[in-house]
């Protein structure tokens, strides 16, 4: 039995200890990909906070066929969602605070930087799945499972969304080029 299903059955026991630890690897991880999917830091620090205490609250739920941190992403993201739509609600236009929930991970140049041209150019759920699989390194099996759709449809998407990036990043640097030389 590895190591964290131990802890597991201990949270399961009611161990708070045990799950504090648990979930203490995760914390970090959690947080990124949660600024990926809210409008601000604020948000992604209460979408995570929600989503430890659902996780503690649900332990007993969790089954050890599954990996435990597709687990946790899989209530992480409902839980995002649900923060986003009421900012969102609230303040009308989600770049109204000038904030930028990815600034602190980015390069500093936007033309550069991949990542933002993803948040720009994919649907949320294309986006998530691209991070899933290149920050956060999900097999196709465990990022099908977190976003409820099917291995087929996360390769599709998958390639779909790294052909958007390679069309977006191709014109960005066809503009700075002609730009260059205009």
């Given at each position: 039995?590895?190591?964290?299903?131990?802890?597991?059955?201990?949270?399961?026991?009611?161990?708070?200890?045990?799950?504090?630890?648990?979930?203490?690897?995760?914390?970090?991880?959690?947080?990124?990909?949660?600024?990926?999917?809210?409008?601000?830091?604020?948000?992604?620090?209460?979408?995570?906070?929600?989503?430890?205490?659902?996780?503690?609250?649900y332990i007993g739920s969790y089954d050890p066929r599954w990996r435990f941190s597709t687990w946790l992403y899989r209530i992480a993201i409902p839980t995002a969602?649900?923060?986003?739509?009421?900012?969102?609600?609230?303040?009308?236009?989600?770049?109204?605070?000038?904030?930028?929930?990815?600034?602190?991970?980015?390069?500093?140049?936007?033309?550069?930087?991949?990542?933002?041209?993803?948040?720009?150019?994919?649907?949320?759920?294309?986006?998530?799945?691209?991070?899933?699989?290149?920050?956060?390194?999900?097999?196709?099996?465990?990022?099908?499972?977190?976003?409820?759709?099917?291995?087929?449809?996360?390769?599709?998407?998958?390639?779909?969304?790294?052909?958007?990036?390679?069309?977006?990043?191709?014109?960005?640097?066809?503009?700075?080029?002609?730009?260059?030389?205009?």
């Amino acid at each position: 039995m590895s190591d964290e299903l131990q802890l597991v059955d201990a949270a399961k026991s009611g161990s708070v200890d045990a799950f504090t630890e648990l979930v203490h690897g995760y914390r970090e991880r959690l947080l990124r990909f949660l600024l990926t999917r809210c409008t601000n830091h604020a948000d992604a620090e209460d979408a995570l906070q929600d989503t430890l205490i659902n996780a503690y609250r649900y332990i007993g739920s969790y089954d050890p066929r599954w990996r435990f941190s597709t687990w946790l992403y899989r209530i992480a993201i409902p839980t995002a969602g649900r923060l986003r739509r009421e900012n969102l609600a609230e303040l009308g236009d989600p770049a109204a605070d000038g904030a930028d929930p990815l600034a602190h991970c980015l390069a500093e140049s936007e033309r550069d930087n991949l990542w933002r041209s993803a948040r720009r150019v994919l649907s949320d759920e294309v986006f998530a799945a691209m991070w899933l699989r290149y920050v956060e390194d999900m097999s196709v099996r465990d990022i099908a499972d977190v976003l409820e759709r099917s291995s087929s449809w996360t390769k599709v998407n998958l390639l779909r969304g790294r052909r958007a990036l390679e069309a977006e990043m191709n014109q960005t640097a066809g503009n700075a080029g002609s730009e260059a030389y205009g």
